[in-house]
């Protein structure tokens, strides 16, 4: 009876810490299929805009829900500034897509610094939310924080394929993600797409890394580029530029990574997704969800 509570209890742990990954990848996955580049900021960008929130709710008792505001603001900010100064010149010059990704790393080696100076290097305490409150389920307990991250996710990622799918500039930003110079002759502004999905991207990034700090009760400045990582290995796992990939893939690595910590060991949190990579990439390249070129 114990390892079958101990299986739920895993699994729930494995649902919310997915939810995050799931977050993370779709920032990776809107700006990739616009752009066509892996933007190796996203990390570091939507960390520095929770830490600019986690900062004001313990300084000056913000609320929760105000805080969730001030770091999407922040983080869309942050992608907007880099979409100016580091995307938008060397797309103007046409350069190839390597440039303007390790244009994306000298961006995210800014932004970390900055963050460093701000804040320090040590980790930083999440205040408990409704007051550490667990519910038990009988096969599984689960704290109250974790039931409103498994809800923000869920509405989220149902808002979003809404958007993408069903709304006029949702099928601007498909259009362009599918040819940008034909979506231009037909009255498409797609540097407008291009600003809006960037900031949409970093924005959703912000609320993922509010969402970790109340998983894990601190955020870290340096966990930016971890973080970034494992929503790169969503991207691949689930199908690059696939939305329902990045969803149910973010979930999927997040329940295996937690398994293999709770029934091996916590140095395999980190070989998990990389390992998987590896095995997709040489079993099916185009990802899970992904289509043949």
């Known amino acids: 009876m114990r390892w079958f509570n101990l299986f739920w209890q895993q699994l729930a742990n494995g649902l919310i810490v997915g939810s995050t990954y799931s977050l993370i990848a779709l920032g990776y996955t809107l ?30 008792d913000l609320p929760l829900p105000v805080a969730f505001v001030v770091a999407i603001v922040v983080s869309a900010i942050l992608g907007i500034i880099l979409e100016y ?21 000298g961006f995210a080696t800014l932004v970390e610094e900055g963050m460093h100076k701000l804040f320090g290097a040590d980790s930083r305490s999440f205040p408990e939310v409704f007051g550490g409150k667990v519910f ?3 096969i599984m307990q689960i704290r109250g924080v974790d039931l409103l991250i498994i809800g923000i996710s869920l509405v989220l990622m149902f808002v979003l394929h809404f958007w993408i799918t069903r709304t006029k500039l949702g099928k601007a930003i498909r259009a362009t993600a599918e040819n940008s110079d034909t979506a231009s002759i037909l009255g498409i502004n797609t540097n407008l797409v ?14 993922a890394g509010m969402m970790i700090g109340m998983t894990y009760s601190a955020l870290i400045p340096s966990m930016g580029l971890t973080l970034g990582f494992k929503g790169l290995a969503v991207l691949i796992l689930g199908g690059v530029g696939s939305i ?22 916590s140095s395999y949190r980190d070989a998990v997704a990389f390992g998987l990579i590896i095995l997709i990439l040489l079993i099916r390249p185009q990802g899970l969800f992904g289509s043949k070129a």
Do not use: W
């Open 194 to 207: 291009i600003v809006l999905t960037v900031m949409i991207a970093s924005g959703l990034g912000g609320i």
């Open 31 to 60: 700006i990739f299929g616009v752009l066509g580049i892996i933007n190796m900021a996203h990390g570091q960008i939507f960390i520095f805009g929770s830490l600019v929130g986690l900062a004001l709710m313990t300084s000056t």
């Open 244 to 265: 329902p990939g990045a969803m149910v893939c973010g979930v999927l690595l997040g329940v295996i990574e937690v398994f293999a910590v709770a029934y091996g060991d």
């Open 85 to 105: 100064t580091a995307l938008r010149p060397l797309r103007k010059k046409n350069v190839p897509h390597l440039a303007s990704l390790i244009s994306t790393i």
């Open 136 to 138: 038990d389920l009988g």
